[in-house]
């Protein structure tokens, strides 16, 4: 029986919690929802939703990176938004980091996020 193997990224913000990161298993990477914190782990939910978006997605891609896989390999996004009037915002930006790649997606209105932060990302992907 093949184990899960929990990914350590450095470089990416350290948990503040009890998980990691991500998991690989059977061929596929579970990324935990990433937040809009610098690699350092700095909070920035002073920042505007679209600079917190980007930032959320390059969490995103730095762990995916790491785990060694890439954002054309994403099978499934879930991106949970406080509230549904940053939706208009959300979809070109989220369009520009996925280019041509179009993976399933669902996005969940939320009225509030950790640390006051406005957006979280989390993302399934083929493993390599």
Do not use: C, K
């Amino acid at each position: 029986m093949i184990q899960p193997t929990p990914i350590q990224p450095h470089g990416a913000p350290p948990p503040h919690a009890h998980y990691v990161p991500a998991i690989s298993h059977a061929g596929l990477v579970f990324t935990s929802g990433q937040l809009p914190r610098l690699p350092d782990g700095t909070h920035t939910a002073d920042r505007s939703f679209e600079e917190q978006v980007r930032l959320t997605l390059d969490n995103l891609d730095r762990v995916l990176t790491l785990a060694g896989t890439s954002r054309n390999r994403v099978l499934h996004v879930t991106a949970f938004l406080v509230g549904i009037d940053h939706w208009e915002a959300f979809n070109p930006i989220y369009a520009e980091y996925f280019g041509d790649w179009r993976p399933t997606r669902t996005v969940v209105p939320v009225p509030a996020l950790h640390f006051g932060y406005l957006v979280e990302i989390e993302a399934i992907a083929a493993a390599g």
